[in-house]
T-cell receptor, first 114, second 111 residues
């Protein structure tokens, strides 16, 4: 089975721009979660989508948004980029079947905001 | 106070030593416990998945859950330099699939 894929792997943007990141989950997985990881803050939960609906949301400003498509692929958008948004953005998929909720991560997208 | 506490380290041990990594938590509803390993500039990789209390072994790795003490551990036997990574614990309640994460412990195995 193919793993979780994320595109692009690297991005460089300037302050004020917006960015869209993409995630394709493991085949058959319907849950996609997004995380921001920085050296100082560790792994911070952004949001989770399941069957195209946002099920959980972390404590991030409204500039961070996401969506999930009918094929379970997900996108994350950050508008009006700030320097502090520089981070590794990780996507994780989960099957959410019979109570098992372990998550499988993609390689991440490294975003640098200049 | 955070729901999950994990010492960020770094923890430095010689090759061949037994490593003990730990997390404590405050929510007694947590029933699913996971350990992930993350190499530098990579995504986390699931190592161990445990439901409720008890031990689980997989090769050189043993995961232990003590729900009465709200304490989980990951033991690594015969540690290798390739085990050098950050180890994150994660857990969740039965009623909510959202994982709550520890800060991660950076482990360094010295040859």
């Amino acid at each position: 089975k193919a793993g979780v894929t994320q595109t692009p792997r690297y991005l460089i943007k300037t302050r004020g721009q917006q960015v869209t990141l993409s995630c394709s989950p493991i085949s058959g997985h319907r849950s996609v979660s997004w995380y921001q990881q920085t050296p100082g803050q560790g792994l911070q939960f952004l949001f989770e989508y399941f069957s195209e609906t946002q099920r959980n949301k972390g404590n991030f400003p409204g500039r961070f948004s996401g969506r999930q498509f009918s094929n379970s692929r997900s996108e994350m958008n950050v508008s009006t980029l700030e320097l502090g948004d520089s981070a590794l953005y990780l996507c994780a998929s989960s099957s959410r079947i019979t109570g098992r909720n372990e998550q499988f991560f993609g390689p991440g997208t490294r975003l640098t905001v200049l | 106070q955070k729901e999950v506490e994990q010492d960020p380290g770094p923890l430095s041990v010689p090759e061949g030593a037994i490593v003990s990594l730990n997390c404590t938590y405050s929510n007694s509803a947590f029933q699913y416990f996971m350990w992930y390993r993350q190499y530098s500039r990579k995504g986390p990789e699931l190592l161990m998945y445990t439901y409720s209390s008890g031990n689980k072994e997989d090769g050189r790795f043993t995961a232990q859950v003590d729900k009465s003490s709200k304490y989980i551990s990951l033991f690594i036997r015969d540690s290798q330099p390739s085990d050098s990574a950050t180890y994150l614990c994660a857990m969740s309640a039965r009623s909510n699939y959202q994982l709550i994460w520890g800060a991660g412990t950076k482990l360094i195995i010295k040859p």
